[in-house]
């Protein structure tokens, strides 16, 4: 079960690297006067933090998941019954999936306009 979590949170953490780097801006443009705007650089101080932030939250949501799965799931091919939490959980990540990938789309697609 540790190596489980371990594995799960350095991948968590390398997919919450590559996901921070296309979301994240690294630019901040700043509308100006006459309808045009100007373009400033984020620091790369500031913009390595957000990445890594982000990855970090990432990863540790990623090990809790894995350890919720591992604790409360019984599946028949375990030797257990299905019960309430199972359908709950699965339900739950499900439409949780579909939610993030929505706003990951909608974000990619209203920041490059």
Request: net charge positive; glycine share 10%.
């Amino acid at each position: 079960m540790e190596r489980l979590l371990v594995k799960s949170g350095v991948y968590g953490f390398i997919i919450g690297l590559f996901i921070a780097i296309w979301i994240c801006p690294d630019t901040i443009r700043n509308p100006s006067f006459g309808g045009g705007y100007s373009i400033e650089a984020v620091p790369m101080r500031d913009y390595i933090l957000t990445v890594l932030r982000f990855a970090i939250k990432l990863s540790l949501g990623t090990v809790a998941a894995v350890w919720l799965y591992n604790r409360f799931w019984k599946t028949p091919a375990d030797g257990g019954e299905p019960s309430f939490w199972y359908g709950f959980f699965k339900a739950f990540f499900i439409v949780l999936g579909i939610i993030i990938a929505i706003t990951l789309v909608a974000t990619a697609i209203g920041s490059r306009h």
